[in-house]
C-alpha cells in the first residue's frame, strides 16, 4: 500500500499550505484554499452547505481518500511536455494528448481534486497546487514541484493502477 501524506502546516485567511510526503520522504509542498477544519466524516450537506456558502473555494475535508488517475480536460495537455518521463500516463483523445494527473477520489460535496500546477490560490478551486516553497506570493517553483511529485508516485504506479494508493490528509502546527 503505497500512502502519499498530505499534511497541512500553514495557515492564512486566504489559504493554507500543505507538505507532501511519500514513504516518509518529503516531496513537495502545496498551496490550497482556506481550511475550514471540515473531516470526510462529516455530513455531506453540511460539507456542502459550508462550501457553497464562501465566496471563494475551500480546501477539501481531512481524511483518508484513494489516490488514483484523472484525465482533465483544462489541464493535461498542459503537461503534454512530459510525455517522455511518464509514458504509461499520456492519454491521446480526438481532439488532444496530456498527461493524466494525480486524483483525489470521492472526496464528499467536491469533484475532479487532482494535484496540478498553480501560482497563487485563485489559481484553484479546491485543488492542492504543488509548490517548492511556503512562501505566498514569492517564485512557487509549482512546475518543478509538480515533476518532482510524479516522478516519485510514477515510481509507484503499480499500486496507483491496482488502487492500493491512497492520500492522508492531516493538520499539524508548526511553530
Not at 78 to 86: E, H, N, T, V
Not at 91 to 120: C, R, W
Not at 152 to 160: A, C, F, G, Q, S
Amino acid at each position: 500500500m503505497t500512502v502519499l501524506n498530505h499534511i497541512r502546516c500553514l495557515f492564512h485567511k486566504n489559504c493554507c499550505f500543505s507538505d507532501l510526503f511519500l514513504d516518509d520522504k518529503f516531496i513537495c509542498s502545496a498551496l490550497e484554499p482556506p481550511d475550514k477544519d471540515l473531516k470526510k466524516e462529516f455530513p455531506v450537506d453540511l460539507i456542502y452547505k459550508i462550501k457553497t456558502g464562501n465566496s471563494s473555494a475551500i480546501a477539501i475535508p481531512y481524511g483518508q481518500y484513494e489516490l488514483g488517475l484523472r484525465w482533465s480536460a483544462s489541464l493535461s495537455n498542459k503537461y503534454i511536455d512530459l510525455k517522455d518521463r511518464y509514458p504509461e500516463w499520456i492519454v491521446k483523445t480526438n481532439e488532444s494528448e496530456g498527461l493524466l494527473l494525480p486524483y483525489i477520489k470521492d472526496v464528499p460535496a467536491f469533484e475532479y481534486i487532482m494535484y496540478h500546477t498553480g501560482q497563487f490560490d485563485y489559481h484553484t478551486k479546491g485543488c492542492p497546487l504543488t509548490r517548492q516553497n511556503k512562501i505566498y506570493g514569492g517564485y512557487a517553483g509549482s512546475r518543478e514541484a509538480f515533476i518532482k511529485l510524479m516522478t516519485k508516485l510514477y515510481e509507484v504506479r503499480e499500486d496507483i493502477f491496482a488502487g492500493n494508493a491512497i492520500v492522508n490528509i492531516e493538520k499539524k502546527y508548526v511553530a
